[in-house]
C-alpha cells in the first residue's frame, strides 16, 4: 500500500505564500518522478511542477519565477513553495508520483487526496 499525504493548504491573500508538502508512505522501491497537479472549479487539471529522481524539474509557464518544487529524496517528500500568489491559483492542488514498489515492477502512478488553496483579492 502507499500512501501520499499532502499538507500546507489554506487560505492566503494575493501577494501572499504558501508552502505545500507531500510525504509517500508505504512500501517504496524507487520514487521516478514526485509533482503537483492543480484543478480549479469547471477546469482539468493541470501539472503546476514536477521533479525526476535526477533532479529535473517542469513548471508550468504561469507560475515560473513564484513556484519552486523541491524534493528531499530521504524522506519521500516533496514541497511546493508558492510566493506571489494570485487569485487563479485557487485550486485544489494534487500530490502526485510515479513509483515502483519493488525492482522488478514496473511505474506506477499514485495521487494524493489533494489540498485546497485559496487565494483572494
Known amino acids: 500500500q502507499v500512501q501520499l499525504v499532502e499538507s500546507g493548504g489554506g487560505l492566503v491573500q494575493a501577494g501572499g505564500s504558501l508552502r505545500l508538502s507531500c510525504a509517500a508512505s508505504?512500501?517504496?522501491?524507487?520514487?521516478?518522478?514526485m509533482g503537483w497537479y492543480r484543478q480549479a472549479p469547471g477546469k482539468q487539471r493541470e501539472l503546476v511542477a514536477a521533479t525526476t529522481s535526477d533532479g529535473r524539474t517542469n513548471d508550468r509557464d504561469s507560475v515560473k519565477g513564484r513556484f519552486t518544487i523541491s524534493r528531499d529524496s530521504a524522506k519521500n517528500t516533496v514541497y511546493l513553495q508558492m510566493n506571489s500568489l494570485k487569485p487563479e491559483d485557487t485550486a485544489v492542488y494534487y500530490c502526485?508520483?510515479?513509483?515502483?514498489?519493488?525492482?522488478?515492477?514496473?511505474?506506477?502512478?499514485?495521487w494524493g487526496q489533494g489540498t485546497q488553496v485559496t487565494v483572494s483579492s
Open positions: 508505504g512500501t517504496i522501491f524507487r520514487i521516478n518522478a
Open positions: 502526485h508520483a510515479g513509483l515502483q514498489r519493488d525492482y522488478d515492477q514496473g511505474t506506477f502512478e499514485y
